[in-house]
Structures are given as structure tokens and as C-alpha cells.
């Protein structure tokens, strides 16, 4: 097995955030491919959020962004397990950087759960209806309006909205990236966007 450098090491925490012992150990278990090792990272982090969703988390703090030219601002509330976390730099940025998402991109809902049925199923009909003269079997039709319905969760729920910073990752996987790197359950609660 080839040795990990320190400079693929240094080179995957700057992208990742790790420790240096979680880098060196993925970095040899993927060979030093830093794109697999990134992976098997992410993975490893939903593997910890999942296991820290059972925790309250009743602690956290407001995010905030106010655009240049005053015009558009976001608030939102990202709770934490402890005091201790909710006064981290890390964490405090990343309410930052979810208030700017919001004022950048303008959610409408949290996740895909918060979308009200009426509005999925009138999404749906849409989808049928620019199918109609399409001769697709339903099950294939079926298929690329569920597809169809996930980008548009994509544009309309915050955690399935493409980073604005780094459009690799998700929201989502922006939270659950500092979950397994905090060590604690972290969610966003309430946000609003105003704009004149």
C-alpha cells in the first residue's frame, strides 16, 4: 500500500474539514484517491448524522445576512445539541452561510416533507400533461416525473438546494458534514427571507 503524504493529507482536510487521523486513514483506504476518500468521508458522515437524529437538539443560534446593498436580508434558526457548540465559530458560520443560501436562493420550504400535497400532486399533473403524447410505458413515465418533482424540490426546499459556495453539495450535506465534524445533532428550524 503506497505511504499518504502530508500533502494529500493537508489537501484533503482543506477540502474536507477531517481531522488528520480520519484523513490519513481514509486516504489509505482509497489508495490516496482524494475524490474516493471525499466519499467515503460524506458517507461516513451520514452514517453519524443518522445516528444523532434520535438527540434533542435545543441549544443554536440565529444566522443572519444582511446583501450589500440593503435590500435583501435572511434570518434562521440552526439548533444545536449543547451551549458549548452553539458558540463555535464553525457553527455560527455555518448559520451564516445558510442565512446567505436563503437570501441568495429564496426557499420556500425546509425539506420536501413541508411541501403540501396539493402542490406535489398539481407539479405531477403538470409533468402527465407535458408527457401526453409521449408513448413511454407509465412505469417510465412515472419515473421521469418523480425525477422531474426532485429538481424541483431542488429549487424550492433549502436542504435540497445546491450550496451556492460549492454546488457539489446540497445543504443537507452541508449540515451533515459539520455533524459528523461537531460531533452533535444539528437542524434548521424556522428561516424568512425579506427583500424590498
Known amino acids: 500500500m503506497p505511504k499518504t503524504s502530508m500533502d494529500q493529507i493537508r489537501e484533503l482536510r482543506q ?41 434533542e437538539a435545543k441549544e443554536g443560534w440565529i444566522g443572519h445576512y444582511i446583501h450589500t446593498n440593503g435590500k435583501v436580508a435572511a434570518l434562521v434558526e440552526l439548533y444545536c445539541e449543547t451551549d458549548f457548540v452553539a458558540r463555535n465559530a464553525e457553527f455560527k458560520e455555518l448559520a451564516h452561510n445558510i442565512a446567505m443560501q436563503i437570501a441568495a436562493m429564496n426557499p420556500s420550504y425546509l425539506s420536501p416533507h413541508d411541501v403540501p400535497e396539493e402542490e406535489k ?51 443537507e450535506d452541508l449540515v451533515t458534514e459539520k455533524i459528523s465534524k461537531l460531533g452533535e445533532k444539528i437542524e434548521i428550524g424556522k428561516f424568512v427571507r425579506l427583500s424590498l
Open 121 to 171: 400532486e398539481k407539479e405531477r399533473e403538470i409533468y402527465r400533461e407535458q408527457m401526453i403524447n409521449d408513448k413511454k410505458p407509465k412505469n417510465i413515465i412515472d419515473k421521469i416525473i418523480e425525477g422531474k418533482l426532485s429538481k424541483f424540490y431542488s429549487e424550492i426546499c433549502l436542504l435540497k438546494q445546491p450550496y451556492f459556495q460549492d454546488e457539489k453539495k446540497t445543504i
Open 15 to 55: 477540502k474536507t474539514g477531517a481531522g488528520v487521523m480520519d484523513a490519513k486513514e481514509v486516504l489509505e483506504k482509497t489508495n490516496g484517491d482524494i475524490e474516493k476518500a471525499i466519499e467515503l468521508l460524506r458517507k461516513r458522515g451520514q452514517k453519524i448524522a443518522a445516528e444523532k437524529q434520535s438527540r
